[in-house]
């Protein structure tokens, strides 16, 4: 089982809806998790942290389920520039203060006009 | 806000040639760097960390003598793929951890392989 497990997608959704994804993860110890945006032959970049009690930025809401080891994103109006695949990552950091990031495949969104 | 640059953006070679990649940090520096590589639809997998004046630490299944890692200064890693093959054909990323800011890791651009 992969650490971190996403819908691949993809999903075509109208402009102005609203889309959620989620993700899951298997390893309790992740201590804190991000959702990334990658852009086709580019690199990610780092769209939102994730808090248990849930967190805004603009047309953005992520929130995270430790109980049921669950991530969500929802992105209201959604805009042609969403346009992306979106990556659930998972951070742990060790005794030693070592830093790791397990990504998922990500899911593709492709808003349509 | 933290930069890392990441040179070639884009590699074409031949088979058994040997590609070195080059990952700086431009203002912060880094102890830690990271070698991811992602082929296409998948997810970006971990190769390497990369420590400032140590070895790296290889994941699981990566072959240190082929993916040679050099991290000799603070602000500046690289990846060498010795003798590649048309599989290792892949986009390479690296990342910086700037244990100053809150963003867990800044990217570079990444590094788009082709062997033929």
């Known amino acids: 089982r992969k650490e971190v497990e996403q819908d691949p997608g993809p999903f075509n959704v109208p402009e102005g809806a609203t889309v959620a994804f989620n993700c899951t993860y298997s390893n309790s110890a992740s201590q804190s998790f991000f959702w990334y945006r990658q852009d086709c032959r580019k690199e990610p970049k780092l769209l939102m942290s994730?808090?248990?009690s849930g967190n805004e930025d603009g047309r953005f809401t992520a929130q995270l389920n430790r109980a049921s080891q669950y991530i969500s994103l929802l992105i209201r109006d959604s805009k042609l520039s969403d346009s992306a695949t979106y990556l659930c990552v998972g951070r742990v950091i060790s005794n030693f203060g070592n830093e790791k990031l397990t990504f998922g495949t990500g899911t593709r969104l492709t808003i349509i006009p | 806000g933290a930069v890392v640059s990441q040179h070639p953006s884009w590699v074409i070679c031949k088979s058994g040639t040997s590609v070195k990649i080059e990952c700086r940090s431009l203002?912060?520096?880094?102890?830690?760097m990271f070698w991811y590589r992602q082929f296409p639809k998948q997810s970006l997998m971990l190769m390497a960390t990369?420590?400032?004046?140590?070895?790296?630490?290889?994941e699981q299944g990566v072959e240190k003598d082929k993916f040679l890692i050099n991290h000799a200064s603070l602000t500046l890693s690289t990846l060498t793929v010795t003798s590649a093959h048309p599989e290792d054909s892949s986009f390479y990323i690296c990342?910086?951890?700037?244990?100053?800011?809150?963003?867990?890791?800044?990217f570079g651009d990444g590094t788009r392989l082709s062997i033929l």
């Open positions: 203002d912060f520096q880094a102890t830690t």
């Open positions: 990369s420590n400032e004046g140590s070895k790296a630490t290889y």
């Open positions: 994730v808090y248990s």
């Open positions: 990342s910086a951890e700037d244990r100053e800011g809150n963003q867990p890791q800044h």
